[in-house]
């Protein structure tokens, strides 16, 4: 192995890459970090002060700047919204993909091929054609590539030694956490068995939920091998009120709401409107320990408005905090933000983003 690689960290914003490899344990210095977001440049500073920030476009930094970072490995995570299942799916036709498609034109011309290149996305990236345009290039630079298609809980879970693993190891990998995850209380096994058993799983029980999601959601909390919510919590939360759900949210989505609770073991998703829009946006935590969301949500639609909001002020229901979703992510306790970023920009900044232990793992096989 080389000595101290140096890394190139694109699509930097508030570090994430940068904390894997600093958990990898990989004796690296990262030279440049590039990303056009002058607020995700803001954290990053913050947290790493003596990294140099490019804070432009990646497409207009030219072939001699990039040879001049003499960089040996390459850690990026470009723009997923071309490939997510709740985006528009428009793949290279996506203007957002531009720098990438750049950065694949650019790379066979580099006066030095890195050594390693570790690319993250979502679960729709392996079919799109910019995953295609991408194995072409490697293969025209003669890189060997693996590709891994994962789940944090099952690789944190089943394979806590990354480095031993294979590819075929998890070629099976495949489940991942969607915003039709919702959680599911008060509902017994043997009923859900019962009720699957007589044909009926599509059946809704309440909250629009069904049978089907009942035995995932129940098998998912049950995992012992999991972390449940509450480790993840901040402790002593001095002023919950900022997170507290509206008034109007809760009439409005009540029952689409994905709700957990403090000793769940999953949650969905965080992205980038989380705390500003509530579908498909992520979990929210309920604070009321001792209520069931089945006493709350059954003949809930029988109800009147004044009722309903009687009967979800029992749940205490609350968003995760940004320090809360940055916990789930991986990010460690010394990360932080400047004060002056608001609860909106952090929220923003922290969507959609990279798993850092599995991230670090990665980068570990990747170098050793």
Known sequence: MMER??????YSGVGGMHYALTESCIAAEVVAAVDINTVANEVYKHNFPNTCIYP???EGMTLD???????DMILMSPPCQPFTRLGTQKDVLDSRIKSFLYILDLLPSLTKLPKYILLENVKGFETSVARNKLLQTLENCRYSYQEFLLSPTLVLEQFPDL????ASDISSFSQTLSADDNNMEGITADCCANEIKNGRDETVLYKLEKIRHVKQKQSQDNNSSTQMIQDFLEEGLQDPSPY??????????ALILDIVGQTCRRSVCFTKGYGSYVEGTGSVLKTASDVELASVFQSFETLSEDEKLTQLA??????FTPREVANLHGFPPEFSFPEKISLKQRYRLLGNSLNIHVVAKLIKLMVE
């Open 5 to 10: 690689p140096r890394v190139l960290e694109l």
């Open 163 to 166: 480095d031993s693993m294979e």
């Open 314 to 319: 029992k749940l205490k229901l609350r968003y």
């Open 244 to 253: 507290f759900i509206s008034t109007k949210s809760l009439l409005r989505y």
């Open 56 to 58: 432009k476009i990646i």
């Open 65 to 71: 700047e990039f040879n001049k970072l003499d960089f």
